[in-house]
């Protein structure tokens, strides 16, 4: 293996890659743009929630209880509403999201000891802001509960749920989100880098000027992965530095261990993008194959959604994905503070399809050369 | 427009559409992909948790913990580990074993008989924040049903004098395919609309078959309409294609107006007709306008259009950078008709809104798209 020659080929791989504009601009623009877009409007966190208030009993247990309401952070109360047929606009045209009801038997029933009931009617159109806004509301019910019952002076049983959590103490999206598009970005960049990388040289011509010179073929394939996998660490450094400064998102474990997964999974990527490049014979088609492969790579990763709640098959097939071992180092990492052992199940899945993907784009390589 | 002449409208027509038949990826992307896509969303996104793995720290077995843990066994939404010590619990937690964890301490069934504070421990991995609300919101259900039912056999007091009876319209099972599914169709038309149509007129302006028909008789009004007919059926076609597989493969209820939805996406695919006809004359050169068409309408259309997060949640800046997004508009039609109905006031709202960004990217085209050569 002539390494002279390959760090040469390096070395034209970089300076082809900077001073082409169109590859400038895919490692500049997209990045920041996605990562501002995502960072600051990817958010599940649900807040002034818009519901309106149907109070039909005047006593002074019922305004206690909408007066709670009024002064949650999570809701907005928008409208006071006295009649049934008012409900409905304003649930159909998505005025408000809730319609709390209290019916005019309300403080008679709480008073007697009988169970009152509390009617909130939803729009179920956006399923998960609906499930949260439930959990808000049933938290304020819980805690309306507790004092009236301590006011009555009925002890019964004094049971509570004393919930914490672990890594994420305040539940924040963001927190999230943001170790996520660290990976999301360094697998954009570096597979959009690699994919292009032969097929521009196809297209220009030069492709068959670099296999009249003394390198062999895997001298090549070396010499085309190297400007991905250092620009995929710079990449991935860069935002990593961002998420701490600008988002203010905790690093809490090794970095050692983060530096090995990024590693291991700039080769699975770098081996893809190879890959797609041997096959493409145009900028065209590798920028189409990229996007082929991205889209259910992500979708797939439990980038948003949660692998868990996938049918069965699809979690089989996610285990092809290096992207979701990735996710699990970058946040293991950032937020629960994990090191190496803890991690070790994420490494081994990523050494081997970095093996299959390089193996294969070499194969490919040579079949595509002569 | 007076002199619009019906045999070279046609011409043209027939040119472009022989064009996109040749080409096979032009189909593929209008049919191919809306099947690959939706069966990608519709079964790979998913916030329904289910069996959820949870660990149950009893310290000191008794009846009282015994039916506890019975109410976690059988609800749908755990699959309860069992420990008898916390640190052994926390350790899965650390390991990602278990989700969340339950703790009841040794004098948890004591304090609950001599009627004191009997406080439960709960503990979740809050790393994906939205699913550990909803553990957490499941958790406090399962735990309160068990409480009611306790405090109604021993003959105590109501635990809770105040009962939530959540009655949700629309979607009652609250199934996140049901949400996703209808506002999938605005992603797939904005890819098929501007992706497709951005990339594919840039390659004229590449290969400099554009210029040949500048020289053509053709008049400006005849050369865009003539362009756009043919992507603008192929995108319906891929639109209607969508509506069949997600009534009928993900069985989302269509409750308003067929017509209705037939009318508005023929209005958004306009929109995404004429944005990615923008972007072609800007940019002139298929990677540029495929990088483009990826940053100004599938990324927008995704993260800032409500489909999948949103809108009131996100800061006040980013919220008025959603109204320049047309898929946003489109997103709240077919969520509406879809799942409600046909609610005039916020179809109406949306449609004429959708109706304004038309008038004004075309006249942005029109402005843009000039006979001659720079």
Do not use: C
């Amino acid at each position: 293996m002539a390494f002279r020659l390959i760090f040469a080929l390096a070395i034209k791989e970089f300076l082809a890659l900077l001073r082409d504009k169109r590859s400038r601009f895919v490692i500049i623009v997209p990045p920041i743009v996605q990562l501002l877009v995502f960072s600051f409007a990817a958010t599940y966190d649900i807040n002034n929630v818009p519901v309106a208030i149907y109070n039909e009993d005047g006593s002074e247990a019922a305004r206690e209880l909408v007066s709670r309401i009024e002064g949650s952070p999570n809701f907005q109360v928008i409208a006071y509403i006295d009649r049934d047929s008012d409900v409905a606009p304003l649930i159909d045209n998505r005025e408000v999201l809730l319609v709390l009801h209290i019916g005019q038997r309300f403080s008679a029933n709480l008073i007697q000891g009988r169970s009152a009931p509390l009617q909130a009617i939803v729009d179920g159109r956006n399923s998960n802001t609906a499930m949260i806004a439930m959990n808000y509301l049933r938290s304020i019910v819980l805690d309306y509960n507790r004092n009236w019952l301590a006011a009555q002076g009925q002890g019964g049983s004094q049971v509570n749920l004393q919930t914490r959590a672990w890594y994420n103490e305040n539940l924040q999206s963001r927190w999230f989100i943001v170790p996520g598009i660290v990976a999301l970005l360094t697998l954009v960049v570096t597979l959009l880098v690699t994919a292009l990388s032969v097929a521009r040289e196809r297209e220009a011509g030069t492709f068959d000027q670099l296999l009249v010179t003394p390198l062999r073929p895997l001298e090549i394939l070396i010499g085309k992965a190297i400007p991905g996998i250092v620009i995929g660490l710079l990449e991935a450094t860069l935002i990593i530095v961002l998420m701490v400064i600008l988002f203010d998102i905790p690093l809490r474990g090794s970095l050692g261990a983060l530096y090995l997964g990024i590693v291991l999974f700039l080769l699975s990527a770098v081996g893809v993008g190879l890959m797609i490049s041997a096959i493409a014979a145009t900028q065209q088609q590798a920028v189409l194959g990229a996007f082929l492969f991205l889209v259910p790579a992500v979708i797939l990763s439990g980038f948003s959604t949660p692998i868990a709640n996938m049918p069965q098959l699809v979690q089989w097939l996610t285990y092809l994905n290096p992207l979701r071992y990735f996710l699990i180092i970058v946040r293991g990492v950032a937020l629960e503070g994990n090191s190496y052992a803890l991690l070790i199940n994420q490494y081994w899945p990523m050494v081997v399809i970095a093996s299959i993907t390089l193996t294969l784009a070499g194969w490919l390589f040579r079949r595509r050369m002569y | 427009m007076s002199s619009l002449s019906s045999m070279r409208l046609w011409g043209m027509i027939r040119k472009e559409s022989l064009q996109i038949l040749r080409d096979p990826s032009s189909i593929a992307i209008a049919f191919v992909m809306p099947v690959v896509l939706l069966f990608l969303f519709g079964y790979g996104v998913s916030l329904d948790a289910k069996h959820i793995p949870v660990g149950i720290v009893i310290e000191q077995p008794d009846t009282a913990t015994q039916s506890l843990a019975g109410a976690f066994e059988r609800s749908e939404f755990f699959r309860p580990l069992h420990f008898d010590a916390i640190q052994s619990a926390q350790q899965a937690l650390d390991e990602r074993k278990i989700e969340g964890i339950v703790w009841l301490r040794n004098n948890f069934s004591a304090s609950l008989l001599a009627g004191h504070e009997a406080p439960i421990g709960v503990i979740i991995n809050g790393v994906d924040s939205n699913q550990a609300n909803i553990t957490q919101g499941y958790i406090q259900g399962t735990w309160l049903a068990w409480l009611e039912h306790y405090a109604a056999s021993r003959g105590q007091p109501l635990a809770m004098p105040v009962s939530l009876q959540q009655r949700v319209w629309f979607n009652a099972a609250l199934s996140s395919q049901l949400f996703l599914v209808p506002g999938l169709i605005a992603i797939i038309m904005t890819l098929i609309g501007s992706l497709l149509t951005a990339m594919v007129v840039a390659r004229e302006w590449e290969r400099g078959t554009m210029e040949a028909l500048m020289v053509t008789p053709l008049r400006k009004s005849e050369l865009l309409i003539g362009k756009l007919a043919p992507y603008f059926i192929l995108g319906m076609g891929g639109m209607l294609f969508s509506v069949a597989l997600a009534v009928w493969q993900f069985g989302v209820p269509l409750r308003g107006s067929f017509w209705l939805l037939l009318v508005s996406s023929a209005l958004f695919m306009l929109v995404a007709l004429a944005i990615g006809l923008l972007i072609s004359i800007v940019s002139k050169n298929q990677f540029m306008a495929g990088q483009l068409a990826i940053i100004v309408t599938f990324l927008p259309a995704f993260i800032l259009s409500g489909f999948l997060f949103d809108i009131n949640s996100m800061p006040g800046w980013t919220q008025v950078i959603t109204y320049l997004v047309p898929a946003r508009y489109f997103v709240a039609i077919v969520q509406t008709l879809f799942l409600a109905g046909d609610v005039w006031p916020v179809l109406l709202a949306n449609m004429a809104a959708l109706f304004i960004m038309l008038l004004f990217f075309f006249s942005l085209v029109w402005r843009k798209f000039r006979k001659r050569l720079d």
